[in-house]
């Protein structure tokens, strides 16, 4: 079988994808690229495959002679490795997020359009088996007509966060804002309904004492309430609350559909269904809870998060091999289930009025937003620097990050640490 040659750039969360290649029939890992000299290193180690090539710079790395690249480089460095990599001639997988700006999405959009090669974004949630399954109802009629839906995703990062920020004070995950990391809880709400978000109220919260002591300068949580093209209603919860929580409801017209709730001892794994003709006061008569079946259980078994890591490489392998029910997520899905929350973060700028979402696909859109830099990242925004909470950039000691380091450090190097256990499994981190 025609095996598709990758090129992994990030060697820390990429190990979830260099995972997948390791034991799939039909792709393979050709070269791995991380700045980070240590864990490429450490990863080198654990492969010890003599067919992959290593590099430190992405320069090097996207000569190399592969069909696609994954980028599990920084979330808000995505869009301008992505476009270099298409230019280059490779197909694209992208991890979470797509963009950072409306420039780089403009940018991003007619790159795809222009190369014409796969490019498939990895919001994994997507493909955990409660959501997927109901996309599947829901495309089948099940519940009738999209109107309100909720997605969650609560994840209390404050005991990983020296793994993941290293004590970079100006880190992504530090400097990032509420609404940035959006798509874990709308992607699949996006993914199910297949309609496209028109509009968006966005909310941060703002007890932020958790994230401060470990020098997050965004708000606790994020809220997007985004309206549909038909009228339906999403309401979108992330952050760090200090319970977590990865949840997912669809009402439609005729019934409703929800995962597992983990206080209940259940996950995304189980999906309850609630759908028959009583409505109101006879709504609990007849629903049926499952645990869906999935196509490739045994294989993802030991991926991470509900198994869903699997699904997302397998189908952007099989996708560049041609297979016409490989469900990848594409430029424009992507940008539906992130511009709600950048969008979101300028209606939290503006005290929370409602913002219209633009659709990008309509190419006379573009020219808009072509010379929009705003986001939070110095590097990139230029005059249209943001802060990263609505109510200024809060200052956080060096004493912080000095903090963090040590701990990242010594987590790193001890036998048994959290970061150990994530370089050789991928799926350990969010
Ligand atoms: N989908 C999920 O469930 C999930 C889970 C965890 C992380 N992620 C995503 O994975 C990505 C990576 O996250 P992470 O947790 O590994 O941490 P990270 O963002 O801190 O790490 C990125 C890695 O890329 C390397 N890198 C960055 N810029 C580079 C450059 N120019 N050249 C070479 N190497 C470069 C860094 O050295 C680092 O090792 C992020 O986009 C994050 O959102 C997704």
């Not at 080198?44 to 696609?68: C, G, Q, S, V, W």
């Amino acid at each position: 079988m025609k095996k598709v040659r990758i090129g992994v750039m990030g060697a820390y969360r990429g190990t979830s994808m260099i995972n997948y290649c390791e034991q799939a029939d039909n792709a393979q890992v050709v070269a791995i690229c991380d700045k980070w000299v240590e864990g490429l290193e450490r990863q080198k180690a654990a492969l010890n495959d003599p067919n992959i090539t290593y590099y430190t710079n992405f320069e090097d790395f996207i000569r190399h002679d592969m069909d696609a690249v994954v980028l599990a480089n920084y979330a808000n460095e995505h869009a301008p490795f992505a476009i270099r990599a298409m230019k280059a001639g490779k197909h694209v997988f992208s991890e979470v997020l797509p963009v950072q700006t409306m420039k780089e999405a403009v940018e991003l959009i007619e790159t795809v359009e222009e190369t014409g090669l796969v490019y498939a974004y990895g919001e994994n949630y997507c493909y955990m088996p409660a959501p997927y399954e109901m996309r599947r109802l829901y495309r089948e009629g099940k519940i009738g007509e999209f109107e309100y839906g909720e997605g969650e995703y609560i994840h209390n990062c404050e005991t990983i966060w020296p793994s993941i920020t290293y004590g970079e004070a100006d880190h992504w995950r530090n400097n990032m804002y509420a609404t940035f990391y959006c798509t874990h809880s709308l992607g699949p709400l996006i993914h199910i309904t297949g309609l496209r978000p028109v509009s968006v109220i966005g909310l941060e919260g703002t007890k932020a004492e958790r994230k401060r002591r470990v020098g997050c300068k965004n708000a606790s949580f994020g809220i997007e309430m985004v309206t549909l093209e038909n009228g339906g209603i999403i309401k979108s919860i992330h952050g760090g609350l200090y319970k977590n929580s990865v949840w997912y409801s669809v009402y439609g017209s005729h019934g409703r559909l929800e995962s597992g709730r983990e206080d209940a001892g259940e996950n995304v794994d189980r999906l309850y269904v609630n759908a028959d003709a009583f409505d109101g006061e006879y709504a609990n008569r007849a629903v049926e809870s499952y645990k869906p079946s999935e196509k490739a259980a045994k294989e993802s078994a030991a991926f991470g998060h509900g198994g869903s890591d699997y699904y997302s490489m397998y189908n952007f392998v099989r996708k560049i091999l041609g297979y016409a029910d490989a469900d990848t997520i594409d430029v424009y899905e992507a940008l539906d289930m992130f511009l709600p929350g950048l969008f979101a973060y300028r209606s939290v700028l503006q005290g929370g009025v409602s913002v219209p979402i633009p659709n990008l696909r309509n190419k006379d859109e573009r020219e808009k937003w072509r010379g929009d830099t705003a986001c939070t990242d110095p590097k990139v925004a230029g005059d249209q620097l943001l802060p990263t909470m609505s109510t200024g950039t809060p200052q956080i000691g060096k004493e912080v990050y000095d903090k963090m380091y040590a701990l990242w450090r010594k987590d790193f190097t001890s036998d048994d640490g959290y970061t150990n256990a994530a370089m050789t499994q991928g799926s350990k981190k969010e």
